[in-house]
């Protein structure tokens, strides 16, 4: 069976009544893919970066990643309408 497992960036430093002020970088993102990777029995076959919406449901584990992030990229979706979004790393995988 085939599977993802998404890895966004946390929020390392809270501004005061629950703002994100830092954040892990994109780097460290991907040290978190690979530590899964060697860690885990499943097998990866893709690694791919994704652009995910800055509330998302949470991640495969609620582990790695963060429902409200500071480190957005805003994204036009309509005519003046923007959302803010984040880079994360996404990992296919067969169990």
């Not at 994704?50 to 992030?69: E, Y």
Request: aromatic content about 10%.
């Amino acid at each position: 069976m085939i599977k993802c497992k998404d890895f966004a960036p946390r929020i390392t430093e809270q501004k005061p009544f629950g703002g994100a002020s830092k954040y892990e970088s994109f780097s460290e993102v991907v040290s978190a893919v690979n530590q899964w990777i060697e860690n885990t029995t499943t097998q990866a076959i893709n690694v791919e970066t994704v652009v995910l919406p800055d509330r998302i449901g949470g991640t495969s584990d609620d582990v790695h990643g963060v429902t409200v992030s500071n480190g957005f990229h805003p994204v036009m979706i309509g005519q003046g309408i923007t959302i803010n979004c984040f880079q994360c790393g996404r990992v296919w995988y067969r169990e």
